[in-house]
C-alpha cells in the first residue's frame, strides 16, 4: 500500500513540475519575442573558466544586433567581492569602427575587434585575487540604452588540470555507466515484463482469482494516463 502511495504521490510532482515547465516556456518564449532585434552580449556558453595561476587567460565577449549599431558604449567590470572595479570601455560609433578603448587595469589588455562583433580582453599573470565574477556589459544607443551584459566566473587553480580532467573523466564515466545501466535496466524489466505476459496469458485464471489484482490494475492504468497528459 504504502508504495502505491508513493507512486501516487511522485506522478503528481511530476505533473505539477510540468506545469511549472510550461508556464517557464511560454515565459521564455514571450521574452524572446519581445528581444527580437535588440542587442545581445555573449560570453560564450561556459559560465565558468579556469585558468592556472600565473597564466593569462582570455576574457570572450561578442555582441550582435539585428537592427544595428550607433554609439555602442561597452564596458569590462570585475566583481571584487561586491565592489565593482571597471576594467576598460569605450565607444564604438558605428560598425566596422574600431573603439578607442580606456583601460584602467595594468594587466588587462583589450583584444577585440569591430569587424568581429569582438569586445575580448586578456588578462596577464593571473593571481589568486583575480579569482571571481567578470561582467562585459554594453548599451546601444540604437535602442534606447537598455542595457545588456553577460558575465562568468574565473577560478584561478594550481596546476591541477590533470586531476581535474580525470575528474571529468571519472564522473563522465560515472554517468555513462548510469545510464547504460538504466537502459539495460529497462532492456531487462521489457524482456522480463514481455516473458511474464506471454506466461500470464496462460496462467489467466489464476490472477483473476487473486483478489488483490484489481486495485493493481487500476493503480497502473492512472500511472499510464497521468503519463500521457505532460507530453500532450
Ligand atoms: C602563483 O604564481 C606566481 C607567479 O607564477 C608565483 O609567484 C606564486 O608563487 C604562485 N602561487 C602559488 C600559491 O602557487
Ligand atoms: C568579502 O566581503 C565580506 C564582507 O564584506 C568579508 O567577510 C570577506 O572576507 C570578503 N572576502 C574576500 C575574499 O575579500
Ligand atoms: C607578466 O609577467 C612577466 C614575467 O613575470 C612580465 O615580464 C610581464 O611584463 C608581465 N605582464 C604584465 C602585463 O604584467
Ligand atoms: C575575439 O578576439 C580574440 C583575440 O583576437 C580571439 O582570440 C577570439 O577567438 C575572438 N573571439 C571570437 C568569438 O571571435
Ligand atoms: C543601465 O545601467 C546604468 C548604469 O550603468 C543605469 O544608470 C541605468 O539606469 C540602466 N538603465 C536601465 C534601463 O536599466
Aim: aromatic share 6%; net charge negative.
Amino acid at each position: 500500500m504504502a508504495s502505491v502511495d508513493s507512486t501516487g504521490s511522485r506522478v503528481s510532482g511530476r505533473l505539477r513540475s510540468g506545469d511549472i515547465l510550461h508556464t517557464g516556456l511560454v515565459v521564455a518564449l514571450l521574452l524572446g519575442v519581445w528581444s527580437v532585434g535588440g542587442l545581445e552580449v555573449s560570453t560564450g556558453k561556459v559560465p565558468h573558466l579556469f585558468a592556472i595561476n600565473g597564466s593569462t587567460v582570455l576574457l570572450p565577449c561578442t555582441y550582435a544586433s539585428c537592427i544595428g549599431i550607433k554609439n555602442l558604449y561597452f564596458n569590462w567590470h570585475y566583481n571584487n567581492n561586491g565592489s565593482m572595479m571597471k576594467l576598460c570601455d569605450a565607444v564604438i560609433p558605428i560598425e566596422g569602427v574600431e573603439p578607442k578603448v580606456s583601460v584602467f587595469h595594468e594587466r588587462v589588455e583589450f583584444v577585440g575587434t569591430s569587424k568581429g562583433n569582438n569586445i575580448s580582453i586578456l588578462l596577464y599573470n593571473i593571481t589568486y585575487e583575480d579569482d571571481g565574477e567578470y561582467i562585459c556589459f554594453a548599451r546601444n544607443e540604437k535602442e534606447k540604452n537598455r542595457n545588456h551584459s553577460a558575465s562568468y566566473m574565473l577560478y584561478v587553480v594550481d596546476q591541477m588540470k590533470e586531476i581535474d580532467t580525470t575528474l571529468t573523466t571519472i564522473i563522465v564515466s560515472v554517468v555513462g555507466g548510469v545510464i547504460g545501466l538504466s537502459i539495460l535496466g529497462m532492456v531487462i524489466k521489457a524482456l522480463v515484463i514481455n516473458f511474464l505476459l506471454k506466461d500470464d496469458e496462460k496462467n489467466k485464471e489464476c490472477l483473476v482469482s487473486s483478489g488483490n489484482d484489481n486495485t493493481e490494475n487500476g493503480h497502473s492504468g492512472a500511472k499510464a494516463d497521468n503519463k500521457g497528459t505532460p507530453k500532450a
